[in-house]
């Protein structure tokens, strides 16, 4: 039986859809039906192609380009020059000794940064969705108050922080008044390192939590039920079910959080500048000041360093797809 | 047939007024106090004077002028004109204004500073008008000076004398930071000139890696841990991010504080009677030299402009004699204009204080080196500026040695130059 609305939205729909109908009949006469439906995904295609791919081929062609022009056409081509830049360095593990010193200071600041914020976020957004998944008082609250941070623009998190972590900040007046003496936190490298992670944590971890807790009630109950009259243990529990039920949960978690990790810039930006010296500088950040924000403008530099991290970030994804479908299989 | 008629003497007549009907330029302006304001006020005179000209002024942050205006311009899409400090940086996009204005006017006007807006090409190309001269200097709180009953050092007094007697202010008066620098490779230059550096040969030739160059170096980071500069400014930010002091000034947190000429609105307007403040230049280095940077903002139209004409035309009109002098008094700027200077400028409403400093600061011209007039003047001097914060930044905080960090430094430009090649 068919409501008024249906029966509303059926008058509008019909002349279109026979409207359609139309030339639709004419082309699949024309192409056959089996290429019928590369019409369908020709608007995507045709969007796809001009957002993501029309951008992709033009980095390409940047990365291969030298000087300071923004115009392609005004470019000299340089083959894999800016890639060779980046790259040549006598000990990887010391930045000092590679030619683009500055790129490979932001690369280990990245993966020290990602390593420890994705480990760490990862970790307490898995027990705050544990804690919230489980019938506590004013639940819908806690929930509320641990996704509020996600909310908020990443420059406002950032200042947010600065004003408490600031030589005159909150956090100092606090400690001045307590007896025990402020402390210059974003003057000190580790500390403003530190503090970056802690931001970055606070900031994102709501989204997380929201997957997890998404992930947690999507496990049938009684499993639960029957581990609790086989009289398992909380841990057991968790070990044995929780946690493979929902590694598919936590294997999406993982690459967005690493993703994201690799991406970060704004926040951080706002919040130290990428100082003190370069303790907080991260990859992005090198691409956004080679390219856009120094003088002069490398694109080319820039261009190649972008897609050497997008190359990183294809294989970490590739990695991360191969091990779950390994542990799918068993 | 009637409306038809109608109608085709209209679109005829539409037709012929469109280029005489309004002809919006677009100026992209910066404020370091009140300039903007300043320029739309006088530019209503210019709207009014001439029917059918709209000049828009686009208020911006520094950092827009500095960043996106000559991504804008590489892509053909920027402002008609623009209030900019990269003065011969941006010089392949400038408009010559020779065709439309007085050369011998502008000449007799604006003299060698025509010359930092022709960039590396040279020519005798009129691309810009220099609407306000800075020169950089130290402001110090002479309160404290008077509350510790440290003597000030004399006007030759160089920058060993004025450290020391900074640290013993500080000290006596409990105050923070005794001195403190701009992060900014230009307010870094006049001292680096001071111990000697060259910076910019007189054959053209630039180089951050001199003796001098690396004797201010090394002195900075010195001054920078042992807690004679405030370490908050240089090792507090990343990159080439610019990050004043002018803050702590104010608040009374700092003895001696080296910026420029153009803070004084700011502290006129912003210390008022919380303590004494005066002007006293720049210090004299090692070399005997004591040299500031000479700088500045200036005017300048764009040849991607759809009315060149119009543009020379407001430019042209800010030039004139008797708005530049108007512009200059309300703003509190140095004045570029040799006709204007001459004449003197009677600073509306600056404080006597405010009034000293800026005459304070047009003394100091004097004493400008060469050297920094080169640097000044050099088309790829904002590659330099950027490479000098961010790598002594590192040597501050210790990332690189201040040998390295001077090593690091001739490559980078090394890299800048061929990249602009």
């Given amino acids: 039986m068919r409501s ?65 022009n923004v115009l ?48 760490i976020m990862v970790a307490f957004s898995l027990l705050t969705a544990i804690v919230l998944n489980r019938e506590i008082r004013a639940r819908g609250f806690f929930r509320a ?25 909150v956090l100092n007046a606090f400690l001045d008044w307590t007896g025990v003496g402020g402390y210059n936190w974003l003057v000190d490298a580790d500390w403003a ?62 690459v967005l959080a690493l993703i994201k990790g690799v991406q970060t810039f704004d926040e951080v930006y706002a919040f130290t500048g990428g100082g003190p010296g370069t303790a907080t500088t991260f990859i992005i950040q090198y691409i956004y000041e080679e390219g856009f924000a120094g003088a002069p403008r490398l694109f080319g530099l820039a261009a190649a360093a972008s897609l050497l991290v997008a190359g990183v970030l294809v294989v970490l994804t590739l990695v991360q797809l191969w091990l779950n479908r390994r542990s799918a299989n068993g | ?73 590489a892509a053909g899409s920027g402002p008609d004109m623009a209030k900019v400090t990269d003065l011969g940086g941006l010089s392949q996009y400038y408009l010559d204004l020779a065709p439309h204005v007085d050369r011998a006017y ?19 190309a009129i691309n810009g008008m220099h609407s306000q001269l800075t020169i950089t200097g130290a402001f110090v709180n002479a309160t404290l000076f008077e509350q510790a009953g440290v003597a ?57 890696s001199d003796e001098g160059f690396a004797a ?53 307007s912003q210390v008022g009677d919380l303590f004494d403040w005066r002007v006293v230049g720049s210090p004299c280095g090692p070399v005997g030299v004591c040299s500031g940077m000479p700088g500045g903002a200036g005017i300048v139209g764009f040849a991607q402009t759809q009315h060149p004409e119009t543009v020379a035309a407001v430019i042209d009109f800010l030039a004139q004699e008797d708005i530049y002098a108007e512009v200059t008094a309300r703003t509190r700027n140095l004045p570029a204009h040799l006709g204007v200077a001459a004449a003197g400028v009677d600073f509306e409403g600056a404080s006597p204080a405010a009034a000293a400093a800026l005459s304070a600061f047009a003394a100091d011209l004097a004493d400008v080196s060469p050297a920094a007039f080169r640097y000044q003047g050099y088309a790829n001097n904002r590659a330099m500026f950027g490479i000098t914060a961010e790598r002594v930044s590192q040597a501050i905080v210790g990332e690189l040695s201040v040998e390295d960090a001077v090593a690091r430094m001739a490559s980078d430009l090394e890299a800048a130059l061929a990249a602009v090649k």
Avoid at chain 1, 156 to 165: E, H, R
Avoid at chain 1, 218 to 232: F, G, K, L, Q, S
Avoid at chain 2, 26 to 31: D, G, H, I, L, T
Avoid at chain 2, 182 to 202: L, Q
């Fill in chain 1, 193 to 254: 390192f530190g503090w970056s992670v802690f931001l970055s944590v606070w900031a994102h971890m709501g989204f997380y939590t929201l997957i997890l807790l998404a992930g947690l009630q999507a496990i049938p109950r009684d499993v639960y039920e029957a581990a609790t009259m086989d009289r398992a243990s909380a841990w057991r529990v968790f070990r044995r079910i929780t946690l493979p039920l929902l590694s598919p949960t936590m294997l999406v978690v993982l």
């Fill in chain 1, 145 to 169: 108050v641990f996704f509020f941070p996600v909310l908020l623009s990443p420059v406002v998190v950032a200042l947010i922080w600065k004003w408490i972590l600031q030589r005159e900040g």
């Fill in chain 2, 106 to 124: 502008w000449e007799a006007a604006f003299g060698d500073t025509l010359g930092w807006y022709r960039g590396a090409a040279g020519g005798n």
């Fill in chain 2, 216 to 268: 201010f170096t090394a002195q900075f980071v010195e001054w920078n841990n042992d807690g004679t500069m405030a370490r908050d400014v240089w090792a507090g930010q990343g990159g080439a991010t610019y990050q004043d002091a002018a803050q702590e000034f104010i608040n009374g947190e700092l003895v001696f504080y080296y910026s420029g000429s153009w803070q004084v609105g700011r502290m006129d």
């Fill in chain 1, 4 to 68: 008024k609305g249906d029966s509303i939205l059926l008058q509008v729909i019909t002349p279109i859809m026979r409207a359609i109908e139309i030339p639709m009949l004419g082309l699949q006469r024309l192409l056959g039906i089996n290429h019928l439906a590369w019409v369908f995904l020709l608007p995507n295609l045709l969007l796809f192609g001009l957002f993501a791919f029309f951008p992709v081929i033009l980095n390409v062609s940047y990365a291969v380009t030298g000087g300071a």
């Fill in chain 2, 152 to 208: 000030m050092p004399a006007a030759d007094a160089s920058w060993d004398d004025w450290a020391a007697a900074a640290r013993a202010v500080a000290a006596a008066t409990d105050t923070p930071f005794p001195m403190a620098i701009d992060r900014t490779g230009h307010r870094f230059a006049g001292p680096a000139i001071s111990y000697g550096a060259a910076i910019v040969a007189e054959d053209g030739t630039p180089t951050l």
């Fill in chain 2, 1 to 73: 047939m009637t409306h038809l008629k109608l109608f085709g003497t209209t679109a005829l007549a539409l037709t012929l007024a469109a280029p005489a009907m309004a002809q919006e330029i677009r100026f992209m302006c910066y404020s370091d106090g009140n300039e903007c304001e300043v320029y739309d006020d006088v530019l209503s005179r210019f709207e009014a004077a001439n029917p059918g000209v709209d000049v828009i002024v686009d208020v911006v942050p520094y950092q827009a002028i500095l960043e996106n205006l000559p991504v804008q311009l």
């Fill in chain 1, 72 to 119: 392609l056409v005004d470019r000299p081509h340089v083959g894999a020059q800016n890639f060779a830049q980046l790259l040549d360095c006598a000990n990887y593990l010391d930045p000092n000794s590679c030619r683009e010193d500055k790129f490979w200071r932001a690369v280990w600041n990245t993966t020290w940064f990602v390593t420890l914020q994705v480990g």
